[in-house]
């Protein structure tokens, strides 16, 4: 078993998504499978379920998971003292939504910056429920409820519906709001005045309101248009499980109004260790901003 392998682990345990994992570790995909395959060779144990393209840690990975982080952080703690540096290698990003660019940016970052460990962490829910504090960047979407944070908007993603295969407009090219009449649709609402952007665009447009359902989850949302519950408002940077599902089909939308902008925050410079600061600013010249 080598260090390497350990490394690879965490990073594709965190994401639960091979393809995910290859750009943010900067290597071949099909390397860090072979990888992943050969450590649970060696263990002799099987440490994620395959569903798809979606990686689900089992009850042994979970396990193993605890462990490998345990041990990486012990042998950095061993290093930074050989070293006589306290430099910490950690950094700790919550996502409340998915985004195929941040992972390019890890990507990028990661392959000159090898020492660094990301713990990549989806977030979901109110941000009032869970401790932001402890995460040196979040990346979220426009939305009243995080007026609070101070974050710079990075770019902005067109929101698509997505429907059963079998309703009726998955037949048309693209879909406008006045279309949507009789369709019972599924929006995110985080509490009971907090929703999504989707659902106050929509009602912008006086759309009749019908009894629609609500989750707190992307996942759950496209769980629940697979087994045609309902249709839903995806946005760009969360539709990779939605275009792999076999009972869901992607339209665009007529309305150009239905765009999102993506915010990314870090902590105050003054609370950034250097790993922090060093990311802080690849990011920011990343994207421009």
């Known amino acids: 078993m080598e260090l390497h392998q350990i490394r690879y682990f965490i990073i594709t345990a965190q994401l639960q998504n091979m393809s995910q994992a290859s750009r943010a570790l900067g290597i071949a995909q099909p390397t860090l499978s072979k990888s992943i395959s050969g450590l649970e060779k060696e263990l002799g144990a099987q440490l994620f379920d395959r569903s798809g393209k979606k990686l689900i840690l089992n009850e042994r990975g979970k396990k193993f998971l605890e ?76 939305n009243t409820q995080f007026r609070k944070y101070k974050g ?41 005045k907090s929703y999504d952007l989707p659902y106050q665009l ?52 007529d309305e150009e109004e239905f765009m999102n902008n993506i915010y990314i925050g870090f902590k105050r410079e003054k609370h950034l260790n250097i790993s922090g600061k060093k990311f802080a600013a690849f990011v920011c010249d990343y994207f421009g901003v």
């Open 152 to 192: 710079q908007s990075v770019y902005s993603e067109a929101y698509s519906l997505a429907v059963h295969r079998d309703n009726p407009l998955s037949y048309k090219k693209s879909v406008s709001i006045s279309e949507l009449s009789e369709t019972r649709l599924v929006f995110l609402r985080y509490d009971k």
């Open 67 to 142: 462990g490998a982080i345990s041990t990486i952080d012990e042998l950095d703690s061993a290093v930074e003292a050989a070293q006589d540096r306290s430099i910490d290698f950690t950094l700790n990003l919550g996502l409340f939504c998915t985004s195929e660019k941040l992972m390019k940016c890890m990507g990028d970052f990661s392959r000159h910056n090898l020492e660094i460990i990301f713990n990549v962490s989806q977030l979901s829910g109110s941000p009032d429920h869970i401790d932001t504090d402890k995460y040196d960047m979040l990346l979220y979407p426009y």
């Open 202 to 253: 929509y009602h912008n447009y006086a759309a009749p309101r019908r009894n629609h359902m609500y989750t707190n989850s992307y996942d759950l949302q496209r769980q629940m248009i697979s087994a045609g519950c309902c249709a839903g408002f995806v946005p760009e940077g969360c539709a990779g499980t939605y275009h792999t599902d076999g009972n869901i089909v992607i339209l665009p939308l």
